[in-house]
């Protein structure tokens, strides 16, 4: 199970931090990635962190994005800085349990998925 916190309201240029806290042994084991998700929109990759901790990122989020996690407390992270009204969106952490190196944002490659959590940015 994961379930994601963390989103809100914020002004352009501002900053939040998602959460995603993992049920199991989760974190630090498995390709984990923050997916988001406009209306009538296909769901998009945003980041993605292996299990050794290497980071990939979408070219719109580099610089301004970082992807985190913490294998104790079970916990991925996202920490969103400089936003911008485009990056408003549902968003969401999901699992690829086949794989511990991220080859893909195919939402199919990711078995499960968190609730989701509201970015606003205006």
């Known amino acids: 199970q994961l379930v994601e916190s963390g989103g809100g309201s914020v002004q352009v240029g501002g900053s939040l931090r998602l959460s995603c806290v993992a049920s199991?042994?989760?974190?630090?084991?498995?390709?984990m990635g923050w997916f988001r998700q406009i209306p009538d929109k296909e769901r998009e990759g945003v980041a993605g962190?292996?299990?050794?901790?290497?980071?990939s990122y979408a070219d719109s989020v580099k610089g301004r994005f970082t992807v985190s996690q913490d294998s104790a407390k079970n916990i991925l992270y996202l920490q969103m800085n400089s936003l911008k009204p485009e990056d408003t969106a549902m968003y969401y952490c999901?699992?690829?349990?086949?794989?511990?190196?991220?080859?893909?944002?195919?939402?199919?490659?990711?078995?499960?998925w968190g609730q989701g959590t509201q970015v606003t940015v205006s």
């Open positions: 962190i292996e299990s050794d901790g290497r980071p």
């Open positions: 199991g042994d989760t974190i630090g084991r498995y390709c």
């Open positions: 999901a699992v690829d349990l086949t794989h511990s190196s991220c080859y893909t944002w195919n939402t199919a490659t990711y078995q499960h």
